[in-house]
T-cell receptor
Framework: ETGVTQTPRHLVMGMTNKKSLKCEQH?????MYWYKQSAKKPLELMFV???????ENNSVPSRFSPECPNSSHLFLHLHTLQPEDSALYLC???????????????FGPGTRLTVT | DQQVKQNSPSLSVQEGRISILNCDYT??????FLWYKKYPAEGPTFLIS?????DKNEDGRFTVFLNKSAKHLSLHIVPSQPGDSAVYFC??????????FGTGTQLKVEL
């Protein structure tokens, strides 16, 4: 496996279910991210982990719970979601760099989530 | 309040001609700018970036121009190819690892 992988690619869940999204990066990076992409909206940053510590939580509802057990793996635990949470969830990774250089993030293919 | 704006939701260009995608930003703290390309059912792919200390960066068929006084950047693709048909996102950052994205421009390169 190379780059950033995400599983599952598609997920349909009811509002009372609990599920988890998984992300794995094979790039040796030390920062990982969760983004949400809804139709006709910009990518919204949800969480940032740097060196396995959460450094940003962009006012995300508590029904989304991230977990970063090590620098290569990132999870997003989902419970009691709402239909408006249906979206594409993207994971990304990057190597923290001095200001001004190399802040590119590399994305996985995403999980298309539908909440019914 | 959108800090990064891509005002053209779509652009159609003939194969072989130049594609110009535009992006405007409002936050003067942004000092690094990136372009991503996204195909359907795939995640965004990093294309090219530019630091605020430069006004141009070139990589093969792709050139990014930055006009700091106008808070405007553009991506030029020349010559355009059918495989370039995708959604292009502009992103910006002011330090740290938080990227702010635009809404994207759908480019269609026609034969």
């Amino acid at each position: 496996e190379t780059g950033v992988t995400q599983t599952p690619r598609h997920l349909v869940m009811g509002m009372t279910n609990k599920k988890s999204l998984k992300c794995e990066q094979h790039l040796g990076h030390n920062a990982m991210y969760w983004y949400k992409q809804s139709a006709k909206k910009p990518l919204e940053l949800m969480f940032v982990y740097s060196l396995e510590e959460r450094v940003e939580n962009n006012s995300v509802p508590s029904r989304f719970s991230p977990e970063c057990p090590n620098s290569s793996h990132l999870f997003l635990h989902l419970h009691t979601l709402q239909p408006e949470d249906s979206a594409l969830y993207l994971c990304a990774s990057s190597q923290e760099a001095p200001s001004g250089m190399g802040r590119e993030q590399y994305f996985g293919p995403g999980t298309r989530l539908t909440v019914t | 309040d959108q800090q990064v704006k891509q005002n053209s939701p779509s652009l159609s260009v003939q194969e072989g001609r130049i594609s110009i995608l535009n992006c405007d930003y409002t936050n003067s703290m942004f000092d690094y700018f990136l372009w991503y390309k996204k195909y359907p059912a795939e995640g965004p792919t990093f294309l090219i970036s530019i630091s605020s200390i430069k006004d141009k960066n070139e990589d093969g068929r792709f050139t990014v121009f930055l006009n700091k006084s106008a808070k405007h950047l553009s991506l030029h693709i020349v010559p355009s190819q059918p495989g370039d048909s995708a959604v292009y996102f502009c992103a910006a950052t002011g330090g740290g690892n938080k990227l702010t994205f635009g809404t994207g421009t759908q480019l269609k390169v026609e034969l």
